[in-house]
């Protein structure tokens, strides 16, 4: 209840600060120019922040009954956010093409929102197929193309996990595609989603005539996962360079919710990190868009990532799909203890497993060791999947006379190289004769992860019930943000811009002292400016406003 209510005050703040955000209504979008404030010089182009999918749903059905999707709100989250443009899912509902058609598209041009249909490819279509036309793409297209003359904030489509589906999407097949829909508007764009190991120079020699650019969307390369970013810029530079050869766009997807087969939703911190890299790209040049994929735009605890024993948090060792460590690759949990002067030593510990039926017995199992002794081995397998187990281990003939070792937990493989997925837990440790820096994994201090394989990959995982809101405002900020800096990059002084510059590296960088600090000077700056119009300076000041009280919420 304490938690409920204190996120009820933090959402109530943000609904005052939302209320009074500056729509983007002025801006030029893909072409469209919307009337607003007036501006001293020309409105530069709008930058390409976008949203896929995570649509709101009216909360009860129509007389068909389906929840159809809930355009006035999702309009009205979109605007918050500052997103120029959304990527809207077919699939979730067989009404959903025409509250494309009937309701969000209209609402979406008044708004200043260009909008991409995003399509779902044959390999998700095998238990539901979107509505009417399912996989016959050229229909798709077609329909698409004959929609877009009377809209012209659609802008394209994006085709779902196109890597996977190559056997289906041939180059002649992705042809009458096009043609289907370039037919009817010319100027219709396609935008395959591809991962990152498939962007090679072999797929664009074979279909560079059809794309019109690429949405890669990150996860880590091979290794699958939504906890790493630290190869998120060295991936982009190297794509970035390919496609600009061909002359491509390229546009980022970031996870904001929960990638299949893995253990829980990316944290705040992940989505964090990876806006301020996509940003930063974004400033450089490298990327020409950057999106959030399933960002939920309703703020409640997601309870199925409370997967701990006790309190919040537990110690995790996860291997991803695909890539897998041969026999012999490992990963562990690792604190150096000191034996107190004790008759008797012991530890007790919860631990757990999560796995496909696919997992065979005996290629896998979880083992504590001190120093370098196996002192307990059992199969990942034995028990039930997310049953948490306890148990007991009589550590005196390892621990006697000891002053200082390492006590380990460790995730092993031992046979077999199929590329199953799997991830494991410990939790709630109670050490007999020695003390454990953070037992029970409440805090991301304590402990240290190894592995010796990229694949594995450990860290303590703590529920936070608030994620989904701290996502929202990280969201809104940086796009926010983002804006403002362009505006004045584009039409402000130079004095103005270098100011905006500096500002957005402070951003960048996650300096919220330096942020707000700055955010003052431009204020102040342009209070003293006399060569801007008054409605742009107004509302230059107005945005900072805004933008310092978003940064004072810490939810």
């Known amino acids: 209840m304490a938690h409920s209510r204190k996120l009820f005050r933090i959402a109530l703040t943000i609904l005052i600060i939302l209320c009074t955000m500056i729509p983007y209504s002025n ?3 893909g072409g469209t120019t919307h009337s607003g404030m007036a501006f001293a010089n020309p409105s530069p182009p709008v930058p390409f922040l976008g949203d896929y999918a995570g649509e709101l749903r009216e909360p009860r059905p129509r007389k068909d009954g389906v929840r159809h999707v809930d355009t006035p709100r999702l309009i009205q989250k979109l605007k918050e956010l500052g997103v120029t443009q959304y990527f809207y899912l077919i699939w979730h509902a067989p009404t959903d093409w025409d509250d494309l058609r009937r309701e969000f598209l209209p609402a979406a041009r008044r708004s200043g929102i260009d909008v991409w249909v995003y399509l779902v490819p044959p390999s998700e279509s095998r238990r539901i197929q979107p509505e009417p036309y399912g996989t016959d793409y050229v229909a798709w297209f077609r329909a698409i193309g004959n929609l877009s003359r ?15 589906n190559l056997s289906f999407f041939t180059p002649k097949y992705v042809s009458r595609m096009k043609q289907a829909g370039r037919k009817i508007n010319p100027d219709l764009l396609f935008y395959p989603q591809i991962y990152y190991t498939a962007i090679d120079s072999h797929l664009l020699k074979k279909y560079r005539s059809l794309f019109d650019g690429v949405v890669m969307t990150f996860r880590d390369g091979k290794y699958r996962n939504t906890q790493r970013t630290r190869d998120m810029e060295d991936q982009i530079t190297k794509i970035s360079r390919l496609l600009n050869r061909e002359g491509l766009p390229l546009i980022l997807m970031v996870h904001a919710s929960k990638l299949s087969a893995t253990p829980a939703n990316p944290s705040a911190h992940y989505v964090n990190q990876s806006l301020r890299t996509g940003l930063r790209q974004l400033r450089q040049g490298n990327i020409q868009g950057l999106v959030t994929y399933v960002l939920h735009k309703e703020w409640f605890p997601e309870r199925r990532d409370r997967t701990a024993y006790s309190g919040y948090g537990y110690g995790s060792l996860f291997i991803p799909p695909g890539h897998p460590p041969g026999p012999g690759g ?16 012991g530890l007790g510990f919860h631990h757990m497993s999560v796995y496909p039926r696919n997992l065979r017995k ?19 397998r034995a028990g039930q999947v997310e049953e948490w187990k306890s148990k007991t281990l009589n550590l005196t003939p390892y621990l006697r006379e000891k002053k200082e070792t390492v006590l380990a937990l460790r995730l092993v493989r031992k046979q077999g190289r199929s590329p199953t997925w799997l991830y494991i837990g410990y939790d709630r440790l109670k050490p007999q004769g020695f003390q454990l820096a953070n037992a029970d994994f409440e805090e991301p201090s304590g402990w240290s992860y190894r592995s010796n394989y ?6 303590t995982l703590i529920y936070d019930p608030r994620r989904r809101l701290r996502v929202y405002l990280i969201t809104m900020m940086m796009y926010h943000t983002f804006h403002l800096y ?3 990059a584009s039409s ?7 100011m905006a510059d500096s500002m957005l590296q402070s951003v960048l960088e996650g300096r919220t002292q330096n942020t707000c600090r700055e955010l003052d000077q431009l204020k102040k700056a342009l209070e003293r400016d006399h060569t801007l119009s008054s409605p742009q300076r107004e509302a230059w000041i107005h945005q900072i406003n805004k933008l310092n009280r978003i940064l004072t919420i810490n939810p």
């Open 27 to 29: 801006l030029r979008i």
């Open 362 to 380: 005996g290629d896998y199992v979880k083992q504590i060791l001190v120093g370098d002794r196996v002192v307990w081995e059992e199969d990942v």
């Open 486 to 488: 362009h505006q004045m």
């Open 330 to 345: 490992k990963g562990e949990i690792r604190q150096k203890i000191h034996p107190e002067a004790s008759e008797k030593y």
């Open 492 to 498: 402000g002084p130079p004095p103005l811009h270098r």
């Open 454 to 459: 990229p694949a594995v990959i450990g860290e």
């Open 150 to 164: 009377n809209y012209e904030n659609l802008k394209g489509i994006v085709m779902d996990d196109f890597n996977h």
